[in-house]
C-alpha cells in the first residue's frame, strides 16, 4: 500500500472517531426519579439524580394526583458536569391522604430527559370507630371505639349527652403515631337513670379529625315495672312487679295508671320494697290501661295491659244457651254472636242484642243438628273504646 492511501485511510479513521466523540457528547442528562422522602400530612420531599452529560442542564420535578401531574417545581441549575449528582425539592400545600405521582425533568442543549414515575401517599386523618357501650348501669358507662392513628401522634376523646348535639366531652388521651386500630375506652359518671345517651369517638392528627358514627346506650332506671301479662278478662288482675334499684327495703312505690282515653298518670295504689329492692302490686284495669311506678323521685318505664269482656256461656233446658257480659262499661243493647266452628273456621249463625241485665238467650234451632263446638262472641265494636272482643269458653252442644 502505498503512502499516500494509507494516510488517507488514517484520515477517515480519526475523522470518524471525531464524530462518534461529538455524538457522545451531544448526549441528553441523565436522570433517575428517587423516593419521596419526609411525607407528611401536607408537605414532602422529592428526590432524584441528574447526570448533566457535559452540556450545561437545568432540572426540575413535575408532581400531582394524576400522571398528568399538572404542577412544576422551581428549576434548577445542575452545572455541566459528567457525574449524577442529587436533585432534591421540598413541595408543600398538599392534601393529607392523598396519593401523588412525581418524576424528575432535565434539559440541556442535547435535549431533556424524564425520569420514571413515582408515588407517594400522605398522610390522613386518623381512622376511627365508635364501637358498643359496655358496662352501662344506672349512671355510669364504659364508652369503646377504636383510632388507627395512620402514623402520626394522635389525640383522642369521646363526645357524649343526651341528644346528637352531645354537649360533654370524656378527657382527652394521646394515643401515639402507630399504624394500626387500637381499642380505646372511656368510663363516663354522673349520667341520669333510665335516660338514652348519644355518643361518638372523635381523634385528632397533624391530618385533620375524624369523626365516629354516632352510637347510643340506655342508662339502668332507678325503677323498673313489669306485668306478668298484657292481656287480662274483665274482673281478672295483672301482677305488677319491680326493683327499686338502690335494693334497700322499706321503700315506698306509688303505682299510677293512665286508663284508655285519659292523657295523664294519676295514682291508683302504693307498695313498699323487700329485700333487695323487689316489690309487687296486684291491678285490677276495667279496660286497657298503661301503668307506670314512682318511687325515691323516680320513675319506671311503663307497661299497657289490655282487656276483653268477660263472657260467660251456659246450656239451659229447652234447648236453649244463655250468656251474660259484663266489662268495665254499660253493654245493654250490644250485640253479641253465636258462633260455630267450621272447617277451623268460627262461624256466627245468630245474633242477640244484650238486656237490661247484660245477658242474652239463644235458641238452639239456629245450631244445625248433631255435635257443634260452640262460644259466644262480642265484636271489638261492640265492646267499645279501651276493650278488645270477648269469647267465651268453647264447648261441645248437641242438637237433637
Same mark, same amino acid.
Given at each position: 500500500?502505498?503512502?499516500?492511501?494509507?494516510?488517507?485511510?488514517?484520515?477517515?479513521?480519526?475523522?470518524?472517531?471525531?464524530?462518534?466523540?461529538?455524538?457522545?457528547?451531544?448526549?441528553?442528562?441523565?436522570?433517575?426519579?428517587?423516593?419521596?422522602?419526609?411525607?407528611?400530612?401536607?408537605?414532602?420531599?422529592?428526590?432524584?439524580?441528574?447526570?448533566?452529560?457535559?452540556?450545561?442542564?437545568?432540572?426540575?420535578?413535575?408532581?400531582?394526583?394524576?400522571?398528568?401531574?399538572?404542577?412544576?417545581?422551581?428549576?434548577?441549575?445542575?452545572?455541566?458536569?459528567?457525574?449524577?449528582?442529587?436533585?432534591?425539592?421540598?413541595?408543600? %400545600?398538599?392534601? =393529607? $391522604?392523598? *396519593?401523588?405521582?412525581? !418524576?424528575?425533568? &432535565?434539559? /440541556?442543549?442535547?435535549? +431533556? @430527559?424524564?425520569? #420514571?414515575?413515582?408515588?407517594?401517599?400522605?398522610?390522613?386523618?386518623?381512622?376511627?370507630?365508635?364501637q358498643t357501650a359496655q358496662s352501662v348501669g344506672q349512671s355510669s358507662a364504659t364508652l369503646i371505639g377504636a383510632v388507627n392513628p395512620g402514623g402520626l401522634s394522635t389525640n383522642w376523646?369521646?363526645?357524649?349527652?343526651?341528644?346528637?348535639?352531645?354537649?360533654?366531652?370524656?378527657?382527652?388521651?394521646?394515643?401515639?403515631?402507630?399504624?394500626?386500630?387500637?381499642?380505646?375506652?372511656?368510663?363516663?359518671? %354522673?349520667?341520669? =337513670? $333510665?335516660? *338514652?345517651?348519644?355518643? !361518638?369517638?372523635? &381523634?385528632? /392528627?397533624?391530618?385533620? +379529625? @375524624?369523626?365516629? #358514627?354516632?352510637?347510643?346506650?340506655?342508662?339502668?332506671?332507678?325503677?323498673?315495672?313489669?306485668?306478668?301479662?298484657?292481656?287480662?278478662?274483665?274482673?281478672?288482675?295483672?301482677?305488677?312487679?319491680?326493683?327499686?334499684?338502690?335494693?334497700?327495703?322499706?321503700?315506698?312505690?306509688?303505682?299510677?295508671?293512665?286508663?284508655?282515653?285519659?292523657?295523664?298518670?294519676?295514682?291508683?295504689?302504693?307498695?313498699?320494697?323487700?329485700?333487695?329492692?323487689?316489690?309487687?302490686?296486684?291491678?285490677?284495669?276495667?279496660?286497657?290501661?298503661?301503668?307506670?311506678?314512682?318511687?325515691?323521685?323516680?320513675?319506671?318505664?311503663?307497661?299497657?295491659?289490655?282487656?276483653?269482656?268477660?263472657?260467660?256461656?251456659?246450656?239451659?233446658?229447652?234447648?236453649?244457651?244463655?250468656?251474660?257480659?259484663?266489662?268495665?262499661?254499660?253493654?245493654?243493647?250490644?250485640?253479641?254472636?253465636?258462633?260455630?266452628?267450621?272447617?277451623?273456621?268460627?262461624?256466627?249463625?245468630?245474633?242477640?242484642?244484650?238486656?237490661?241485665?247484660?245477658?242474652?238467650?239463644?235458641?238452639?234451632?239456629?245450631?244445625?243438628?248433631?255435635?257443634?263446638?260452640?262460644?259466644?262472641?262480642?265484636?271489638?265494636?261492640?265492646?267499645?273504646?279501651?276493650?278488645?272482643?270477648?269469647?267465651?269458653?268453647?264447648?261441645?252442644?248437641?242438637?237433637?
Amino acid at each position: 500500500m502505498s503512502a499516500t492511501k494509507a494516510g488517507l485511510i488514517g484520515s477517515v479513521a480519526a475523522a470518524l472517531m471525531l464524530l462518534v466523540a461529538a455524538n457522545a457528547s451531544a448526549a441528553p442528562p441523565v436522570v433517575v426519579t428517587n423516593g419521596a422522602s419526609s411525607v407528611a400530612p401536607t408537605s414532602a420531599r422529592l428526590n432524584g439524580s441528574v447526570n448533566p452529560n457535559g452540556h450545561a442542564t437545568s432540572w426540575y420535578f413535575q408532581f400531582g394526583t394524576s400522571t398528568n401531574y399538572g404542577t412544576n417545581t422551581v428549576t434548577v441549575n445542575a452545572g455541566a458536569g459528567t457525574r449524577a449528582t442529587g436533585a432534591s425539592v421540598a413541595v408543600t %400545600g398538599l392534601s =393529607p $391522604g392523598a *396519593t401523588y405521582d412525581f !418524576r424528575i425533568v &432535565a434539559s /440541556s442543549a442535547a435535549g +431533556t @430527559s424524564f425520569g #420514571a414515575n413515582q408515588t407517594f401517599v400522605t398522610p390522613g386523618p386518623p381512622a376511627v370507630e365508635t364501637q358498643t357501650a359496655q358496662s352501662v348501669g344506672q349512671s355510669s358507662a364504659t364508652l369503646i371505639g377504636a383510632v388507627n392513628p395512620g402514623g402520626l401522634s394522635t389525640n383522642w376523646t369521646f363526645e357524649y349527652g343526651t341528644t346528637t348535639g352531645y354537649g360533654a366531652k370524656a378527657p382527652v388521651e394521646n394515643i401515639g403515631p402507630g399504624t394500626a386500630p387500637v381499642t380505646v375506652s372511656a368510663p363516663i359518671a %354522673g349520667l341520669a =337513670p $333510665g335516660t *338514652t345517651y348519644h355518643y !361518638r369517638l372523635d &381523634a385528632s /392528627s397533624a391530618a385533620g +379529625t @375524624s369523626y365516629g #358514627a354516632d352510637g347510643s346506650f340506655t342508662t339502668a332506671p332507678a325503677l323498673t315495672l313489669g306485668a306478668n301479662t298484657s292481656l287480662v278478662v274483665h274482673g281478672g288482675f295483672v301482677v305488677l312487679s319491680g326493683i327499686v334499684t338502690s335494693g334497700t327495703p322499706g321503700v315506698g312505690v306509688t303505682i299510677l295508671s293512665e286508663p284508655y282515653g285519659t292523657t295523664s298518670f294519676t295514682p291508683v295504689g302504693t307498695t313498699v320494697t323487700r329485700n333487695g329492692g323487689t316489690w309487687t302490686y296486684y291491678a285490677h284495669p276495667r279496660i286497657a290501661t298503661t301503668y307506670q311506678a314512682s318511687a325515691n323521685g323516680g320513675s319506671s318505664q311503663t307497661a299497657t295491659v289490655a282487656v276483653r269482656p268477660s263472657v260467660t256461656l251456659t246450656p239451659l233446658t229447652g234447648a236453649r244457651i244463655k250468656t251474660h257480659v259484663t266489662a268495665g262499661v254499660q253493654l245493654i243493647g250490644r250485640l253479641v254472636q253465636l258462633q260455630r266452628l267450621a272447617n277451623g273456621r268460627w262461624v256466627t249463625v245468630a245474633y242477640r242484642h244484650l238486656s237490661t241485665g247484660s245477658s242474652a238467650t239463644f235458641h238452639a234451632a239456629s245450631l244445625p243438628h248433631g255435635r257443634s263446638q260452640i262460644r259466644i262472641a262480642v265484636s271489638v265494636n261492640e265492646a267499645g273504646p279501651g276493650l278488645l272482643a270477648g269469647f267465651s269458653r268453647t264447648i261441645a252442644y248437641r242438637r237433637r
